[in-house]
C-alpha cells in the first residue's frame, strides 16, 4: 500500500463516521472526508513526507494542493489525528469555502480532531499552549453533545473559547481575526 493510499484510507476509515457538525457556513462531514481521502488518491493532493518544524505534526498547503506528514508510519492515534486535521484545510480548500476565517479553519479542524480522536480511543499530550486548545475543542464538542449526535450546527460565538486559546498558541498567534482562507479550490493536474 502507498502512502497515499494509507493516508487516504484515513478518510474513509474508523472514526470518521461520527465527524459531522457545521460551523457558520462550514460544512464537515463524513461524505467530505471521503472527497478529501478520493482526492488524495486521485493523487490531486500529494502526500509529501518531511518535517514540519517544531509547532505543528504535519501540514497542508493550498498553494500546491499538498500535505506534508511526518512519517510514512502513520502508527500512532495521534499521527492519524494530526492528519486528519490538515485533512480539514484541505476540505475547505477542496469546496471553496471563501467565507471562512483561518481560525474558524482551525476550530473545525480542532473539533473534527478530538471527535475522531474519541472514537478511535486515542487522546494528545502536549505542552500547556496546545493542551489548552485540546482542551477547549473537548469542552466545545462536550457542550454540544458532539461525540454522540450528527449535524450539530454551531454558531461562530459557540467557538469563542476554542478560537482564543488557538490564537494564543504561538503558530497561530500571527493570524489575524478576520484573515480568510484561500479556498480556492483544487489545481488543475
Known amino acids: 500500500m502507498s502512502v497515499a493510499d494509507k ?43 518531511a518535517k514540519t518544524g517544531t509547532l505543528l505534526s504535519a501540514a497542508y498547503s ?12 502513520l502508527a500512532t492515534k495521534t499521527s492519524r ?15 471553496k469555502c471563501k467565507q471562512v476565517t483561518v481560525l474558524d479553519d482551525e476550530v473545525a479542524a480542532y473539533l473534527a480532531e478530538v471527535i475522531y480522536l474519541k472514537a478511535i480511543g486515542g487522546w494528545v ?7 489548552r ?16 449526535k450528527r449535524g450539530v450546527k454551531l454558531s461562530l460565538s459557540d467557538a ?9 498558541h504561538p503558530a497561530y498567534s500571527s493570524i489575524g481575526a ?3 482562507t484561500s479556498g480556492h479550490g483544487l489545481h488543475k493536474h
Open 62 to 73: 493550498p498553494h500546491s494542493d499538498s500535505l506534508t506528514i511526518p512519517d510514512d508510519k
Open 160 to 168: 469563542d473559547e476554542l478560537r482564543k486559546a488557538i490564537h494564543a
Open 125 to 131: 499530550g502536549g505542552g500547556k499552549a496546545a493542551m
Open 81 to 95: 489525528s494530526g492528519i486528519l486535521h490538515e485533512g480539514i484545510h484541505a476540505l475547505v480548500d477542496i469546496y
Open 7 to 49: 493516508v487516504a484510507a484515513i478518510f474513509s476509515g474508523p472514526g470518521i463516521a461520527g465527524i459531522h457538525f457545521k460551523l457558520g457556513s462550514l460544512e464537515v462531514s463524513p461524505q467530505r472526508l471521503h472527497e478529501v481521502g478520493r482526492a488524495i488518491k486521485k493523487g490531486d493532493i500529494s502526500i509529501v513526507v
Open 178 to 180: 478576520k484573515q480568510m
Open 133 to 148: 486548545i485540546y482542551d477547549a475543542a473537548d469542552d466545545l464538542a462536550k457542550a454540544h453533545n458532539l461525540y454522540k
